[in-house]
Each structure stands twice: as C-alpha cells, then as structure tokens.
C-alpha cells in the first residue's frame, strides 16, 4: 500500500467549530486529491494540489479550504463546520496527475458534525 | 460535464455466481477507465485499469473488465463471485479535466 496517512481517522465536533483533518505521503507524489465519499454519490473531489502552494478546486469545495505547505502534507479544513459536512474523507495521491495515473487512498477520516 | 453512472446500487449473490456490474460513462473522447473496490472499513483499492489496446483487461482477484467504446461502457466481470467478494465497487473515469470522477458505487453482496 501506498504510504498515505491520514488524522485522525475519526472526530465528533460540533456545528460552527472549525476542523483540520491531515493527509501526510511519504511517495514523495506531486499530486494529492481530497474526496468526501457518501452514501448514492460515490466519492467526489473537494479540493486537490499539484505541487506545494498549489491547489485548485473540485466539484463540491463550498465550506472548504486546503492548504499543502510541504510535498508530504496536504490539510483540509472546514472553516465552521456544518451537519452536512458529516462525511467520510478521503486523501488520495497521484504520481503524475495525467489521465493514465492511478490514485492511490488513504484510509479515511470519518467525521461526524453535531 | 463527464459523468459516470453505475446502474446496480446493490446487488446480491449466492457464491459461485458470476457477476457482471455495469458502467456508463459521458466523454466521447479518449477515455482511461479504474475499477476501485472497498472493503467493509476499508480504503479504495485499485482493481483495474484500462488506457489502450486490448478492450479486454484482467485485474486482481480474477476480476475483468470490458471497454465497448460504440456503448460508452465499461463493465466489471467475475465469473465465480465468493464471499469474501462482498465490497463496494466503484467505476472512475478522467474528464477533460484531468479530475477522476467516480460512479455513485455498487454494493454487492455474497451470500456464502
């Protein structure tokens, strides 16, 4: 398995409070993906990066913000968290970002918002 | 926008059945196609993968996939499903974009 690891693997907090969740690689992979996956729609991007300080956004990045720092750390963070945010996340990494590169996962953040 | 659509929410079979789960996918262009699987509490898995050249691609697990560009389809087979086959599945593509998008899953179910 690709090292990917993510923190924490799962968090209860409450409605407005803001939260972090860490995706760290040890690939040394340029690209790095952030997905939600829920129950009838699969998993979908929020955010993704293609190298330090750049990122760009998914199909359903309202609420959130992304920063990556260093090439082994990506973070997702939900300003104020909302009941709807309740997900489990995926970190995903790619080595080329192209369409003939596979993403590999880590193993999840469940988070549940109250 | 590109889509993909997996008709088959949740199926359910008896050990030994063959499986076949359908893939529909929007782009008319050049396509690369994933099958990923999860396991019950686990990450996504790669299953198979489809760029070029033979329509037909075998992957893990005695898994296999069939690209029919004129159906924009990419269907999972397994001849003979187990128990421990009992996971979601989900079929990928890459837009124009370069983002992989996923189909909304299926689950399957095997009965032992």
Redesign the interface.
Known sequence: DAGITQSPRHKVTETGTPVTLRCHQTENHRYM?W?RQDP??????IH?SYGVKDTDK??VSDGYSVSRSKTEDFLLTLESATSSQTSVY?CAISER????S???????TRLTVT | AQSVSQHNHHVILSEAASLELGCNYSYGGTVNLFWYVQYPGQHLQLLLKYFSGDPLVKGIKGFEAEFIKSKFSFNLRKPSVQWSDTAEYFCAVYNQGGKLIFGQGTELSVKP
């Open positions: 993906y997905y009838g729609h699969g998993l979908r991007l993704y998914g199909e995926f970002g192209k369409d003939n596979p993403l590999h996962f880590g193993n999840g």
